[in-house]
Each structure stands twice: as structure tokens, then as C-alpha cells.
């Protein structure tokens, strides 16, 4: 069977894709990350092999995710992309029309903009979880209930309580002073929904037009307590796709795919036994300037595939032995600053 495959591994959740040659979606599978995304790969990639079977022939492969460039090297990618353009994409694929794609995932929100089938807009939120899938996963955990029953008591709620939602500190102590007062669960948690949709629309959507049609991705389109939350807020129907979880992973397929007939090359996957091969990786400060980059190293069977962080071509696998003869001065000015100074 000839397969695309998409991988998209955040800091909570890895999602995996398997696409026909026809780009219709033969499996998807979503796992916890839990800080350590080559074992998440080793067992995504295991369970798409013991489902879809061992005559399996991967024909593209496509990353992304806040670590798509170290699960690329792992796994060999042929294209690496960004999380805008992959939820965009899949988003595309299965609804033409769309115009706003809303998306909430573990630790980062976003909400793009989309024209006649083209990302003309987007805003994304790194800086505050209060209004992610982490702060909900922890809720549920206090609240000693399962996160995919979360949403299901939030529709239950007869008074849905007000829950502060600017900051993730207060949105954790609101809940508890809310239950201390004697409101019943239900309508805390509808509290918290709706609590997620308002700092969404406040950080995120701040300055955004969001019109017809409105796709919800992310694993925390799953909650309906969430998705009513949004539709109360916006007026406006909210479309949750089947694979509202995997998206990502299905468009990094879906670019991959038309990668592969574009350039007609062959994949550079390296196999589904991630565990055959021995990977290391080490982060080093480079010291030869005042930008003190960060730089990551990745070694495949002991030979340097990757490196990245840096902001000059020192560490370029192919401009090393240049960067390294080369005198100070011309090292500096090699620096985005032009004097080797902190940008």
C-alpha cells in the first residue's frame, strides 16, 4: 500500500496521518507527548505499521508542530512546515468554503484567515495558557474528572458560573472559590468553556474578522462544552470536522503528498523502526559572540545531520570549516546585528 504520512508533535500531543494516493485519510492517531516526542514518534509510527499492515510504501512524509524540525530529522521528512500553513491545509481539504479556522491545542492558539483557498491572515497566542488544552487537562485532573467527559457536564450546566479567564493563575483559583461558595460542578466547568472562549477572543481573535465558514480544530474542538461556548459567542455555527485532533498531521500529509508530485523525488523516509537507529542530540552556547546563540545538535549513527538555533552561518553544516578560519571581525559581521552585539 502506498501511504503520505503527516506528523504533527507538539509539547502535549503528537498526531499521526496516514493519506492514500488519492488523499483520502486511511488512519489517524492522536498520543500524549508527555516530554518526549522520539519515544511519541517511535510509538506512533509503530501503531500506524500494526494497523494499516507491513506492505506499507511511503511515498511523502511531512512534519510539523512546535518540534517538526528534530521529528523531520528523525524520521527523514521531505517537507517541514509550520502549524498555520498545515491546519490551513487540511482544513481546506475537507471544507472548500471555509473562511476562519479556529484552532486550540495543548499550549498555543491560533485563528487564521482564509480567502478563495489562501492564508491571507492569522494570529497565534504562545504566551498564556489560560485558554489551551493544558489549563483544561488540569481542571479536569482537580475536579477528579475524565477530560473527554469534560465537555458533556458543561452542557448539563442550569447556571453557568463566571470564571475569571485573563490569567491562568486566577482562572485556577476562580474555579475553587466558585465550588467554595457552593456552585455545583456543572456549572463551574460550563464557567471554564466559556472562560476559554473569551481570553481566545480577546488575545487571539483580538482585531480579527471571523466569518462563514468557521472550522474548530485542536484537540479542544473535541469538548462541546467549548464548542457551544463558541457558537453562544460568535452567533455563528461552528463546523467540527471527525478528525478535528489530527488535522494538522493531515495537512503536513497533504503537503507532503503534493511535494512528492510536484518534484517527482523519491521519499527520504528512513522506516517505521525508529528504534534501529541511534540518534543523539546536545544543546551547546556559542560563545563566539555576544549573542551567545543556543545551538542544537542532531546525530544520526554518529554523523551531524542538523543543526539549529544559531543566527549566523557558523554552525551551517556546510559553512563550519569557513566560519572557523575565518578572523573575528568577519565572524561578527556575520551577526544579524553586524557587530556581534545581543539583537
Given at each position: 500500500m502506498d501511504i503520505h504520512l503527516g506528523i504533527d508533535v507538539?509539547?502535549?500531543?503528537?498526531?499521526?496521518?496516514?493519506?492514500?494516493?488519492d488523499?483520502?485519510?486511511?488512519?489517524?492517531?492522536?498520543?500524549?507527548?508527555?516530554?518526549?516526542?522520539?519515544?511519541?514518534?517511535?510509538?506512533?509510527?509503530?501503531?500506524?505499521?500494526a494497523r494499516l499492515g507491513e506492505g506499507l510504501t511511503v511515498r511523502s512524509a511531512g512534519t510539523t508542530g512546535s518540534a517538526r524540525r528534530f521529528v523531520g530529522i528523525l524520521v527523514g521528512a521531505d517537507l517541514v512546515k509550520n502549524e498555520i500553513i498545515a491546519h490551513a491545509t487540511g482544513a481546506i481539504h475537507f471544507y472548500p468554503d471555509v473562511r476562519t479556522v479556529l484552532e486550540i491545542g495543548g499550549q498555543d492558539s491560533k485563528l487564521i484567515s482564509i480567502r478563495d483557498g489562501i492564508v491571507v491572515d492569522f494570529a497565534m497566542n504562545t504566551v498564556c495558557a489560560a485558554g489551551t488544552g493544558s489549563f483544561l487537562d488540569q481542571q479536569a485532573n482537580r475536579l477528579g474528572i475524565p477530560i473527554a467527559e469534560f465537555g458533556a457536564?458543561?452542557?448539563?450546566?442550569?447556571?453557568?458560573?463566571?470564571?475569571?479567564s485573563k490569567c491562568t493563575v486566577f482562572a485556577e483559583r476562580d474555579p475553587i472559590h466558585k465550588a467554595q461558595l457552593g456552585a455545583a460542578r456543572e456549572d463551574i466547568i460550563a464557567g471554564?468553556?466559556?472562560?476559554?472562549?473569551?481570553?481566545?477572543?480577546?488575545?487571539?481573535?483580538?482585531?480579527k474578522r471571523v466569518q462563514e465558514r468557521v472550522v474548530f480544530q485542536g484537540g479542544v474542538a473535541s469538548n462541546q462544552g467549548v464548542?457551544?461556548?463558541?457558537?453562544?459567542?460568535?452567533?455563528?455555527?461552528?463546523?467540527?470536522?471527525?478528525?478535528?485532533?489530527?488535522?494538522?498531521?493531515?495537512?503536513?500529509?497533504?503537503?507532503?503528498?503534493?511535494?512528492?508530485?510536484?518534484?517527482?523525488?523519491?521519499?527520504?523516509?528512513?522506516?517505521?523502526?525508529?528504534?534501529?537507529?541511534?540518534?543523539?542530540?546536545?544543546?551547546?552556547?556559542?560563545?563566539?559572540?555576544?549573542?551567545?546563540?543556543?545551538?542544537?545538535?542532531?546525530?544520526?549513527?554518529?554523523?551531524?545531520?542538523?543543526?539549529?538555533?544559531?543566527?549566523?552561518e557558523r554552525w551551517d553544516l556546510d559553512g563550519l570549516a569557513a566560519a572557523t578560519a575565518a578572523p573575528p571581525c568577519a565572524r561578527q559581521r556575520a551577526c544579524p546585528t553586524g557587530t556581534g552585539a545581543s539583537a
Open positions: 507538539g509539547s502535549i500531543s503528537s498526531c499521526f496521518a496516514a493519506l492514500g494516493a488523499g483520502a485519510v486511511l488512519h489517524t492517531d492522536y498520543l500524549r507527548t508527555q516530554g518526549d516526542p522520539r519515544r511519541a514518534v517511535g510509538e506512533g509510527l509503530a501503531s500506524l505499521r457536564y458543561a452542557l448539563r450546566a442550569r447556571h453557568r458560573v463566571k470564571i475569571a471554564l468553556c466559556e472562560g476559554i472562549v473569551r481570553n481566545y477572543l480577546s488575545n487571539v481573535g483580538k482585531g464548542v457551544a461556548a463558541f457558537g453562544r459567542e460568535l452567533g455563528l455555527p461552528i463546523t467540527i470536522s471527525e478528525h478535528c485532533g489530527t488535522m494538522g498531521a493531515i495537512g503536513a500529509a497533504l503537503l507532503a503528498r503534493r511535494h512528492a508530485e510536484r518534484t517527482g523525488l523519491s521519499s527520504r523516509f528512513l522506516g517505521f523502526d525508529l528504534e534501529q537507529r541511534a540518534f543523539k542530540s546536545r544543546i551547546f552556547e556559542c560563545e563566539h559572540c555576544a549573542n551567545l546563540c543556543e545551538v542544537v545538535e542532531l546525530k544520526r549513527d554518529g554523523v551531524v545531520v542538523d543543526r539549529y538555533g544559531h543566527r549566523c
